[in-house]
């Protein structure tokens, strides 16, 4: 957590982050009744403004990336889905080509402080439980 940032969790230096490049991914859990499922989340920078989504295609329940943090296709202007080829505005998860066109990516809550990127759990995706010892 976050001094000054309680509830929040801590993604990663946001200069890791490069504009329009390799994004980072985060581990989250999704909450289902009594079952959980560990999944990923991911932020990603463009135009200057940090994104972040649950790391799942709109189409069918599978990663983005297809190299791990790689999640925008060759020109920098659009996510996009590995498998599927389903193409995702960045600033919104829109998804405006593919076989989803008019869904969207599930969106996650972030902030930027004093350097670093922090995403707030909310009633469905929880932090990772930590490790067992």
Same mark, same amino acid.
């Given at each position: 957590?976050?001094?000054?940032? #309680?509830?929040?969790?801590?993604i990663?230096?946001?200069? !890791?982050?490069?504009?329009?490049g /390799?994004?980072? $991914?985060f581990?989250?859990r999704?909450? &289902?009744?009594?079952? !959980?499922?560990q999944?990923t989340?991911?932020?990603v920078r463009?135009?200057?403004q ?7 295609c709109?189409?069918?329940a599978?990663?983005?990336d297809w190299?791990p943090?790689q999640?925008?296709?060759s ?6 889905c590995?498998t599927?080829g389903a193409? &995702?505005? #960045? ?5 405006t080509?593919?076989?989803?066109r008019? /869904? $969207?990516? $599930?969106?996650i809550d972030i902030?930027e402080h004093q350097?670093s990127?922090?995403?707030? #759990? !909310? !009633?469905?995706? /929880?932090?990772?439980n930590p490790p067992d010892h």
């Amino acid at each position: 957590m976050a001094e000054g940032l #309680p509830g929040w969790v801590l993604i990663g230096a946001a200069s !890791d982050i490069v504009e329009r490049g /390799a994004g980072m $991914r985060f581990p989250v859990r999704e909450r &289902y009744g009594r079952q !959980d499922a560990q999944l990923t989340g991911f932020v990603v920078r463009f135009e200057g403004q940090l994104y972040a989504y649950l790391n799942q295609c709109a189409h069918v329940a599978t990663e983005l990336d297809w190299i791990p943090g790689q999640f925008f296709e060759s020109s920098g202007l659009y996510l996009m889905c590995a498998t599927h080829g389903a193409i &995702y505005l #960045p600033e919104n998860g829109t998804c405006t080509g593919g076989p989803c066109r008019g /869904a $969207r990516l $599930r969106q996650i809550d972030i902030r930027e402080h004093q350097g670093s990127v922090y995403w707030l #759990p !909310d !009633d469905v995706l /929880a932090a990772p439980n930590p490790p067992d010892h």
